[in-house]
């Protein structure tokens, strides 16, 4: 046998071994083993209980914090938290809230170093998998928790609150939106001029068409008062929620890939007959850079859409569980009117900040005049997966 | 040619004995060690996480997707419209690919069309392009009122488009076709360039006819390439996601790519994972009606050792036709999207032409009132992090994914393995293709996560990417090796064989050389396909190794879509430089530059 030989089959015999074994543990399936039972140790839970200063302290000792963040604003927030706390390095990943989902189920699963704080949306999923696996811990800082209703600090801490509601353009419609009743968009005036992202494609406009169908009694007195009589189901829909998502679909709703077109769709300026459609109320934003005419349909009944909550989370086996900390209490914002540098890049006309004592940007309608459903994640879970194969049947 | 020709038995040895020692010697010939860690390699990158997706469907809270899929109110929609959709868009772009790359590489290798260097290094290019901006650049001619906001050049003129022409199936088809007949064409033209031109020569003196000669030497010779440009044709064309939601989706035409990732962005894993393996049973069906055509072409082994050129084919009249055909063909699907997507990242505001450009996204300082106050791309320093990392990422998955490919193709087409173990190798090599990159992406975490024996834990380091890299690149790297391999002959190997070279030498003095050029070609698919990917790596890469895909993904989930796409036109001129310095390389042999 030569050389080389020798080589090859010590290589081989190396790597057969090592392949099986792979395959051995490499199949795994999530599973709930000792992620589900762990609770924050006392060592964490002493944590909880520090002041700010112990807290900072021993955040200091970590010397550095990891951040999922669903939106890249987390480079503004580093900045910000680095200047407030020089000796405490951030590092915000920009990772969507789908991947954050698979990503720290899967560190979990491999017991791979992971994040100290999640910032997430997807509440739905984030209630029923991350928190009952024991993948994420609510932590709420003592400071907030007077100046926070309970929803958002139970099961799990928020710090804002964004929107999927219906938009039109003002430049078409100077007196106001045209939309003063959902059920116009089944009407014939709208047929094909509805927009919106596939709700089978993305998760925040499946939560929409959920709490459409969760608000049935609303939809049925609103189908009253547009014509007039009570509302008569279809054989093959329960409630009229589904009866009104069933003929917006036969109405030529068009779906499209992302809110950027739904976007440009409905608030590109110059348009004759521009159509209406569902995204965020804080994209309005961008329409000066953009030639938008956005606004946000105040006044349609039953409601123009949804809020729904942005999670700050502790991560479960945080290897920087003070610095973590530290990293949440700083995301809620200062006490100022408009919480502060930790705040600011979230400080934006149509998100609303879920902490009372500060006050809701300028711009943009307070929450109670825009009447958008609050999502409940939990009641969302749980027919949501319902909604989406009653959606697959359309 | 059997295996006793490899293994010169000494002639007094007893033969019970003699039977031993042969048992012994073939378990350790070279070979069977180097079909046994493609083996293991393959159990490695492929079985695993394949056998972690279907565990994730068998879980008890899981096992109802499957029911969901196969046998419920869904079904319609979920899966046998969506499978149907797919298996004609994938069977459309397999076929339009095959046709217009083999076209255009007989164009560019066999006739004297003047440019046909420029169109070959142009056909090579749309593959280098992102989808979204073949898509985009339909959507600009085309785009009609369905939507709302701003419309095509066609519309703009006044020129009704119809829906079927703007959304659906059409343009999805011929959207995905400009993108893929690239690898069609690499494919061929590497095979043809190869076709030897002495059998031309005496297919001329004996006065076959241009098309006979085509026909009946150049097309058997470049079969197994056409088939292979043909299988991957086909599983783009049915894994591809951005296009078939940019025109499919206003017009509700799904696909079993939208379902699936529609199922996991939407919590629903198990089903997504269902139809990936649906997919996976489907494109093992095709491989074996392919495997059943190319295995009866095994004769046309074309180098044969000789020298010999090929020689340019005169058109005649026909040769003006042909070369403004060809044109058209380049400048719709490489010129035009490119200018697209460069002007896209130029416009001031997001894919409106008609707002004026500026050079901001690409040099412009941190200016609040824009972008949130992103730099621009050039002046980032994260970018040009991003763009080393990329590259760096790029070469060490194709040097990898070369070598194994050439490995496992070898053991497949050479080797004395069982058929149904080449056949088994042979699928596997084609299945990352089909399981979706987050999925993938997430089986590398659970099996790279955590140390293993002595082994440090991965997760977070660049071997991970490369291992997924690589993983994810093999049928790339099988298909063009496999083409290339295609075509040496057996004789000569034998020879060496006879001349007693071992497996290493004949490698390194036979196969390596003359199949070098298809392994370049090879490589630099592999290298594009890294340089752009996004869905696998997007779980694996951290802050620390930013790489280019992911930064496009993170400016265009901002919206920014103007830097999303500078960044995207980076990604596109390193592919196109990677492309014409593999050219380079390639050089000296390229029979349309020296006859």
């Not at chain 1, 680095?82 to 990503?103: A, F, K, V, W």
């Not at chain 2, 339909?138 to 079927?164: K, T, Y």
């Not at chain 2, 999303?564 to 014409?580: D, E, K, M, P």
Request: net charge negative; proline share 6%.
């Amino acid at each position: 046998m030569s050389p080389l030989n020798i080589r090859t089959y010590a290589a081989v015999a190396l790597a057969l071994p090592l392949s099986i074994s792979l395959v051995a543990c490499g199949g795994g399936t999530p599973t709930d083993g000792d992620s589900a039972d762990a609770t924050p140790t006392d060592a964490n839970a002493d944590l909880n209980e520090l002041s700010h200063e112990e807290l900072v302290a021993r955040a200091e000792e970590e010397g550095t914090v990891t951040v999922y963040s669903f939106t890249s604003r987390i480079a503004a927030v580093e900045e910000a938290f680095e200047e407030q706390y020089p000796n405490i390095d951030l590092i915000g990943h920009d990772i969507s809230s789908t991947e954050q989902i698979t990503r720290l189920k899967a560190e979990a699963d491999s017991g791979a170093e992971t994040a100290d704080v999640a910032y997430i949306s997807d509440a739905p999923v984030v209630i029923t998998e991350l928190i009952d696996q024991g993948i994420l811990h609510n932590y709420v800082p003592p400071r907030v928790e007077d100046v926070l209703p309970e929803e958002y600090r139970d099961p799990m801490l928020a710090n804002r609150l964004s929107t999927k509601v219906l938009m039109y353009n003002e430049e078409a419609h100077p007196q106001g939106s045209p939309i003063t009743n959902l059920w116009q968009l089944t009407d014939e005036e709208w047929n094909g001029r509805v927009v919106m992202v596939d709700p089978a494609v993305r998760g925040d406009y499946l939560d929409l068409m959920t709490e459409i169908v969760r608000q049935s009694d609303a939809m049925a007195q609103a189908y009253q008062d547009h014509y007039g009589s009570e509302i008569e189901l279809d054989d093959d829909v329960e409630n009229a929620g589904e009866q009104f998502i069933k003929n917006l679909y036969a109405n030529g709703l068009v779906l499209v890939d992302d809110t950027d077109s739904v976007n440009q769709a409905v608030g590109a300026k110059g348009q004759d007959n521009p159509p209406v459609g569902f995204t965020s109320y804080s994209d309005r934003r961008d329409n000066e850079e953009e030639g938008w005419a956005l606004q946000a349909s105040l006044g349609t009944a039953p409601s123009p859409g949804i809020t729904f909550p942005a999670y700050v989370s502790l991560v479960d086996g945080a290897a920087h569980p003070a610095a973590a900390r530290l990293a949440i209490d700083f995301l809620m914002g200062d006490d100022s009117a408009t919480g502060g540098p930790g705040y600011e890049p979230f400080y934006v006309p149509g998100d609303y900040p879920t902490r009372t004592d500060i006050e809701a940007p300028a711009d943009a309608a307070p929450l109670d005049e825009l009447a958008a459903w609050d999502i409940d994640p939990e009641a969302t879970a749980e027919i949501r997966s319902d909604v989406a194969d009653f959606l697959l049947t359309l | 040619m059997t295996t006793t020709q490899q293994i010169p038995v000494a002639p007094e040895t007893p033969p019970s004995r003699r039977r031993l020692t042969r048992v012994t010697r073939l378990a350790t010939t070279p070979t069977v060690l180097m079909a046994a860690g493609a083996i293991a390699v393959l159990a490695i990158l492929v079985i695993a996480p394949l056998l972690g997706l279907i565990n994730t469907t068998l879980t008890a809270d899981n096992r109802e997707a499957w029911t969901d899929v196969f046998a419920s109110r869904l079904s319609r929609n979920l899966l046998w419209s969506p499978l149907a959709n797919s298996l004609m868009m994938g069977l459309a772009t397999a076929v339009l690919s095959t046709v217009i790359g083999g076209f255009l590489a007989w164009v560019v290798v066999m006739t004297r069309i003047p440019g046909r260097g420029i169109i070959g290094l142009l056909a090579t290019i749309p593959f280098a392009l992102p989808s979204f901006a073949l898509a985009l650049a339909w959507e600009s001619v085309f785009r009609n009122d369905l939507i709302g906001g701003s419309q095509g050049i066609l519309a703009n003129l006044g020129v009704p488009v119809p829906d079927w022409l703007a959304w659906g199936p059409v343009p999805i088809a011929l959207t995905l076709t400009a993108h893929y007949f690239s690898l069609s064409f690499m494919l061929i033209a590497a095979a043809l360039a190869s076709v030897n031109g002495d059998l031309l020569e005496a297919a001329e003196l004996t006065g076959a006819s241009t098309l006979r000669t085509a026909r009946q030497i150049a097309l058997p010779v470049v079969a197994p390439a056409m088939v292979s440009g043909a299988l991957l044709a086909f599983a783009e064309g049915v894994s591809n996601f951005v296009t078939p939601a940019l025109l499919g989706l206003p017009v509700r035409y799904h696909t079993l790519s939208t379902r699936l990732y529609g199922s996991i962005t939407t919590g629903d894993y198990a089903r997504g994972y269902v139809l990936s393996l649906v997919l996976i049973v489907v494109a093992a069906m095709i491989m074996f009606a392919s495997s059943r055509v190319t295995g009866s072409r095994r004769s046309f082994a074309t180098i044969t050792g000789k020298g010999g050129r090929a020689r340019g084919v005169t058109l005649g009249p026909w040769a003006w036709p042909v070369a403004l055909v060809s044109w058209v063909i380049v400048a719709a699907t490489t010129i035009l999207p490119g200018l697209v997507l460069v002007a896209s990242s130029l416009t001031r505001r997001t894919n409106d032409f008609t707002s004026g450009l500026t050079l901001h996204y690409w040099i412009g300082d941190s200016d609040p009132a824009i972008a949130q106050g992103q730099r621009g791309v050039l002046v980032n320093p994260q970018i040009g992090e991003a763009t080393w990392n990329t590259v760096l990422l790029g070469i060490c998955v194709a040097v990898g994914a070369g070598i194994l490919g050439l490995m496992i193709s070898y053991v497949i087409t050479r080797s004395q393995a069982p058929r149904w173990l080449k056949g088994t190798m042979s699928l596997l090599s084609f299945v990352p293709f089909l399981i979706p990159g987050i999925a993938l992406g997430a089986a590398f975490i659970a099996q790279f996560g955590a140390p293993i024996g002595p082994f440090p834990s991965l997760y977070g380091t660049f071997a991970i990417l490369v291992l997924a890299g690589v993983a994810a690149t093999i049928p790339f790297a099988v298909r063009s090796a496999t083409s290339a391999l295609s075509q040496v002959s057996r004789d000569i190997e034998e020879s060496a064989v006879m001349a007693g070279a071992g497996l290493g030498r004949r490698m390194r003095s036979i196969i390596a050389p003359l199949t070098a050029r298809g392994l370049f070609t090879g490589a630099v698919l592999v290298f594009v396909q890294m340089v752009r990917d996004l869905s696998l790596v997007v779980l694996l890469v951290t802050p620390a190794m930013p790489v280019l895909a992911v930064m496009t993904y993170q400016y265009s989930s901002e919206n920014f879509t103007q830097m999303a796409n500078a960044v995207t036109v980076i990604i596109a001129a390193i592919s196109v430089a990677a492309t014409i310095i593999a050219r380079r390389f390639e050089g000296q042999s390229q029979p349309w530059k020296n006859t």
